[in-house]
């Protein structure tokens, strides 16, 4: 009952718990008691914007214009905002743009400034709120009997709540960083790869994950000296003249780079309905079809907008259009498409016109997210396998200062980008550092020694082994994620391989096991029966990752909280 529902616990006060409580505090209700615990000293920042994840050179991939709403714009805050602040990123109200990105770490004290002015409002509304900082959740236990979730801390008493969000954002589990000497799990925090290096250095991935690592290892072992015309080079230290960076990447690809949204909320008046996709889905078994979903939500939008693009492509399945689109980036040099790919992103920003395909793909991606979890297990394989890679390499939004100095670095010949196949390995070595193992494109079998080795792939998607909430499993609040198989036939193969990841139930059902926990469509914890948890929501990411492959972003955590506030008063 509506009126039961008073006391909440917003476990994490980074991003996705900011909006969180804006949604609370928008919600009408006065009556409410909020709880919000957060690991750290400060609150907003969260992971990506803090020291955890950033450095001063560090910038986001958004700009103003395209963060979902807060309280104040930046614009508006940048003029009351402390000098301090201002003055280390040498940002002005006059210099202010708000098409421009910003410096991770000033973007993450905005943050901070939005949960102020929030407590502020729900100060005036009557909502009770208290904030919980230096505080660290070591589990959450459901009580169904009593109806209330209890929480754990590692610093003070247990605390029992009517609902519970839990937000406790990115984890990059260490698996062999602090025992093999010269192996990082991954780039962050930034300030562990502040050292000197006089040898190449591994780098898993391209994207924006190694391009962090990239910024922050090239400035310590030399400098980007910009010219006259705002051209940029690089010059290595005297210090480090074995100084390199190697990519690897699967395909050999750069990812895309930032270009003029026309709708900077990725969103589409002609996207499929939830009331079209609720029939389509009752059409279908129901499943929802991934070459459906690839006709209406992307191939049929260009029927208005781009006839000519539409020509081109109105014939082709999913597959052939991936193809398409990779064969053309696969035949080209990397680096000489990167250039191309800077110019036209230049040119669509000074003149305010979008690259439509690749907003599309975009709008796609986003448009996907929530209905991923009624794919069937076949299609969930070719969304991960075939569309994903693609989706993943265009709606990367490479920021054109970061592509300035990678091309910098590569035509310093500091940077090199090698492709791997996908069943490539990266060896520890017991003596320190890693050989990576892979066959080149001519197929012939590599082996490469590395003294230092930076995995940067991104936030890995964590398994349902992997739920930090011990408790909830324990108690089996939550499920593994999995997705069924259309055609028993198909499950029944895939398991007479010996997949590991393919399990049958003894209906003769068959389900495609995927990363993370089962939640629902209102972003709530699922059992193995099937029924969803009422009390407790969760929108951590590493955790979700199989029900949701295109989960990360500001937008998805105002999309994400606007769905878990409303289902929470429904
Ligand atoms: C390096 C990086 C850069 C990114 N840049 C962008 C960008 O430019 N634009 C964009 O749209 N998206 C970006 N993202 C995507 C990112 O996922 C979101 O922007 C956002 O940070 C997600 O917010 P979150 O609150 O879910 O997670 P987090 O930012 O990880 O915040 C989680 C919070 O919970 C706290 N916490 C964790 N565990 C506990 C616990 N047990 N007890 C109490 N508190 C806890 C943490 O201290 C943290 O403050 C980036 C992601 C990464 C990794």
């Keep these: 009952m509506v009126?039961?529902?008073?006391?909440?616990?917003?476990?994490?006060?980074?991003?996705?718990?900011?909006?969180?409580?804006?949604?609370?505090?928008?919600?009408?209700?006065?009556?409410?008691?909020?709880?919000?615990?957060?690991?750290?000293?400060?609150?907003?920042?969260?992971?990506?914007?803090?020291?955890?994840?950033?450095?001063?050179?560090?910038?986001?991939?958004?700009?103003?214009?395209?963060?979902?709403?807060?309280?104040?714009?930046?614009?508006?805050w940048v003029k009351v905002a402390p000098k301090e602040i201002l003055d280390r990123f040498n940002i002005t109200p006059e210099n202010f743009n708000e098409f421009k990105v910003l410096p991770r770490l000033f973007f993450g004290q905005y943050l901070s400034s939005q949960f102020e002015l929030?407590?502020?409002?729900?100060?005036?509304?009557?909502?009770?709120?208290?904030?919980?900082?230096?505080?660290?959740?070591?589990?959450?236990i459901d009580q169904p009997e009593q109806d209330e979730v209890w929480v754990e801390f590692a610093e003070k008493e247990m605390m029992k709540f009517d609902r519970v969000v839990i937000c406790t954002g990115h984890n990059w589990p260490l698996i062999n960083e602090g025992k093999i000497k010269g192996y990082y799990d991954s780039p962050y925090p930034p300030s562990k790869l502040e050292f000197k290096v006089n040898h190449p250095v591994a780098i898993k991935g391209s994207s924006l994950t190694a391009?962090?690592?990239?910024?922050?290892?090239?400035?310590?072992?030399?400098?980007?000296?910009?010219?006259?015309?705002?051209?940029?080079?690089?010059?290595?230290?005297?210090?480090?003249?074995?100084?390199?960076?190697?990519m690897h990447s699967i395909d050999g690809l750069l990812p895309g780079i930032r270009f003029h949204l026309d709708d900077t909320h990725l969103s589409n008046d002609s996207l499929l309905t939830p009331e079209e996709i609720v029939r389509h889905k009752d059409e279908n078994e129901g499943f929802l079809s991934l070459d459906f979903v690839f006709e209406k939500n992307f191939k049929e939008i260009f029927i208005e907008k781009d006839p000519a693009f539409f020509d081109q492509?109105?014939?082709?399945?999913?597959?052939?259009?991936v193809n398409s689109m990779m064969d053309l980036r696969e035949r080209l040099d990397p680096f000489q498409l990167f250039k191309a790919e800077y110019m036209e992103a230049e040119k669509s920003i000074k003149r305010k016109e979008s690259v439509y395909w690749k907003e599309m793909l975009a709008v796609l991606s986003f448009a996907m997210n929530y209905p991923a979890k009624y794919l069937s297990a076949e299609d969930m394989q070719r969304l991960t396998k075939v569309l994903m890679p693609l989706i993943s390499i265009v709606i990367a939004f490479v920021p054109?200062?970061?592509?300035?100095?990678?091309?910098?670095?590569?035509?310093?010949?500091?940077?090199?980008?090698?492709?791997?196949?996908?069943?490539?390995?990266?060896?520890?070595?017991?003596?320190?550092?890693?050989?990576?193992?892979y066959k080149d494109e001519s197929g012939d079998l590599k082996s490469t020694d590395y003294k230092t080795f930076v995995n940067s792939i991104g936030q890995p998607r964590l398994s349902y082994e992997q739920f930090p909430f011990k408790s909830m499993i324990?108690?089996?609040?939550?499920?593994?994620?999995?997705?069924?198989?259309?055609?028993?036939?198909e499950g029944k193969a895939a398991l007479a391989k010996g997949r590991n990841d393919v399990e049958a139930d003894s209906a003769g059902n068959y389900y495609l096991r995927v990363p993370g926990i089962t939640i629902n469509d209102n972003f709530q914890v699922v059992d193995e029966f099937g029924?969803?948890?009422?009390?407790?929501?969760?929108?951590?990411?590493?955790?979700?990752?199989?029900?949701?492959?295109?989960?990360?972003?500001?937008?998805?955590?105002?999309?994400?909280?606007?769905?878990?506030?409303?289902?929470?008063?429904?």
């Design 118 to 140: 929030l407590s502020t409002q729900a100060k005036t509304l009557g909502i009770h709120t208290n904030f919980h900082l230096n505080t660290h959740v070591i589990d959450v």
């Design 313 to 321: 492509i109105k014939d082709l399945s999913l597959e052939e259009f």
């Design 400 to 437: 054109q200062g970061s592509a300035k100095e990678m091309l910098a670095l590569h035509e310093a010949g500091v940077l090199e980008l090698i492709a791997v196949s996908p069943e490539s390995k990266v060896i520890p070595q017991k003596g320190g550092g890693i050989t990576y193992e």
């Design 474 to 489: 324990e108690k089996k609040t939550i499920s593994p994620a999995h997705i069924r198989f259309r055609s028993g036939e």
């Design 531 to 570: 029924a969803y948890n009422k009390r407790i929501y969760i929108m951590a990411v590493p955790y979700i990752g199989g029900y949701n492959p295109d989960y990360s972003g500001l937008d998805f955590c105002e999309e994400a909280s606007e769905r878990v506030i409303e289902s929470m008063f429904k």
């Design 211 to 246: 391009i962090d690592a990239i910024r922050t290892l090239a400035r310590n072992n030399g400098e980007f000296i910009k010219n006259a015309a705002g051209e940029i080079t690089y010059q290595r230290f005297e210090s480090s003249p074995e100084f390199k960076l190697v």
């Design 3 to 76: 009126t039961k529902i008073r006391r909440i616990a917003i476990l994490g006060g980074g991003p996705a718990g900011l909006f969180t409580f804006k949604r609370l505090i928008e919600s009408g209700r006065s009556d409410l008691e909020i709880d919000i615990f957060e690991r750290k000293s400060e609150l907003g920042t969260g992971m990506p914007y803090s020291s955890e994840g950033a450095n001063d050179e560090h910038i986001t991939n958004v700009s103003d214009n395209e963060i979902p709403e807060l309280v104040v714009s930046i614009e508006e």
